[in-house]
């Protein structure tokens, strides 16, 4: 990787660089870190999540998950310790996995999204879908990787 890709992945945050926020404590990744880290914490008090939530309850604790339409309780034992089995999930992901990360403008639009693009899912079925986003952001990382050396 040339020196011209250096300076894009350390204001990506993927690389440690100069910390210029925060009174130069932290670097451009820390930041980004802690700007996502606010983002989703408010996302816990946005209406919409809880209307999603409420719709899909069929039962005291059980909902149903719109993937496998099974009927599913919201907490299962796992190792000996209870553990959340139904995620409300973006059913347009917050990241387009196949474009990846455009502005901060448009992230927040779909964080803060109606309930439309809201799902109740099983972990199960969340794992499934998310394990699915991930592999093609590898993929459109790999292929965007491959192009930039073309570029050279």
Known sequence: MGSDHLEEDVMAGRIGGPKTRNSNQWTEARFRSFIRSQLRAATMRWGPIAECLKTARVGRGEYLCAG????????????????????????LPIVDPDVGFVSYNEL?????????NLQVLCTECHDIKTNDEKARAK??????????????
Request: glycine letters at 4%; proline letters at 2%.
């Open 68 to 91: 496998c339409k099974e009927t599913v309780p919201a907490t299962i034992k796992v190792n000996g310790r209870r553990t959340k089995n139904v995620h409300v999930d973006h059913i």
């Open 108 to 116: 927040i639009e779909r964080m803060f999204c109606e309930k439309d």
């Open 139 to 152: 993929a459109r990382r790999a292929r965007d990787k491959g192009n930039d050396i073309d570029d050279l």
